[in-house]
């Protein structure tokens, strides 16, 4: 009897000793989480432009709490979060006007970019606007320009991250695929000129993808997030032609920066 107590004895000391490392161990990881340090860089499609209910003191940059990264951090409590993202923003913009918060210390950065270099937004008016042959042309010029002078124009801006912040998490995110082919629109581009669009985004992605991978940084792509949600599906996370607020046009919605930009940065980051 005496020898049971005994082993009991020992096995609640044990099992108090287990809890007590458990719980150190937990309360050592919680800090950790809570004291990154989170940089938020990048173009409109990080900054926010298409989730609405903007800060006003951004002005132009239209960067709003519905964005991912501001959703992120509302979710993660970081100890410190700096939001430079601005909309319009090209490689150079991000270098001249985005990294004076990136220091030592930094944790974390995201980074949207490339996309206003490539000409984005002229290849979507483009196509909006005028003949289909002058769109695929169009289309076609950006994807030389994505083979030419892309990959440097990247590498500046990483290798100016890295310089900044050497110990930093660095997760790039792609673009989303603009139509689901065979939708349901009805009117508009035709569905060669989606096509086109749609293939190009992925020729971008993957250069960006190559030029992350090639500077050690993470690439998260948003196109299967966003599979379902394209113009065109009936269910769009992306705004279509927006007369009223043609800036707005072919940028995530407040939707699709929830559903499709944010947990994709989640997992990566």
């Known amino acids: 009897m005496k020898l049971s107590r005994i082993a009991a004895f020992s096995s609640s000391l044990l ?3 287990v809890l007590a490392l458990t719980g150190a161990a937990s309360a050592q990881a919680a800090p950790s989480a809570a004291a990154t340090d989170y940089v938020a860089l990048g173009d409109s499609y990080s900054s926010g432009l298409g989730a609405g209910a903007y800060d006003s003191a951004a002005g132009d940059c239209k960067r709003t709490a519905r964005a991912y990264p501001a959703l992120w951090a509302a979710a993660h409590s970081p100890a410190t979060f700096a ?3 601005c909309s319009g923003a090209r490689t150079g913009d991000v270098t ?3 990294l004076t918060p990136l220091n030592a210390s930094t944790d974390l950065v995201s980074i949207t970019i490339g996309g206003n270099d490539a000409g984005f937004a002229d290849v979507m008016t483009t196509c909006v606007l005028q003949s289909e042959n002058t769109c695929l042309n169009r289309v076609a010029q950006a994807r030389a320009f994505v083979d030419s002078t892309l990959p440097g124009n990247l590498d500046r801006v990483y290798d100016a991250i890295s310089a900044r912040a050497p110990s930093a998490r660095v997760v790039v995110l792609g673009y989303p695929r603009f139509y689901q082919l065979s939708g349901n ?5 035709s569905e060669r000129e989606r096509s086109a669009i749609n293939s190009a985004s992925d020729y971008l992605n993957t250069a960006t993808a190559k030029r992350a991978a090639d500077h050690g940084f993470a690439f998260a792509g948003v196109a299967s997030a966003f599979q379902g949600h394209e113009i065109c599906s009936g269910s769009s996370w992306l705004h279509s032609v927006n007369l009223l607020n043609i800036s707005e046009s072919y940028h995530p919605t407040a939707a699709g920066q929830s559903g499709g930009y944010l947990p994709v940065f989640a997992s990566a980051a």
Not at 185 to 189: M, V
């Open 185 to 189: 629109c009805i009117a508009g581009l």
């Open 96 to 98: 001249a006007n985005q």
């Open 15 to 17: 099992l108090g000793a």
């Open 83 to 85: 939001f430079t993202a």
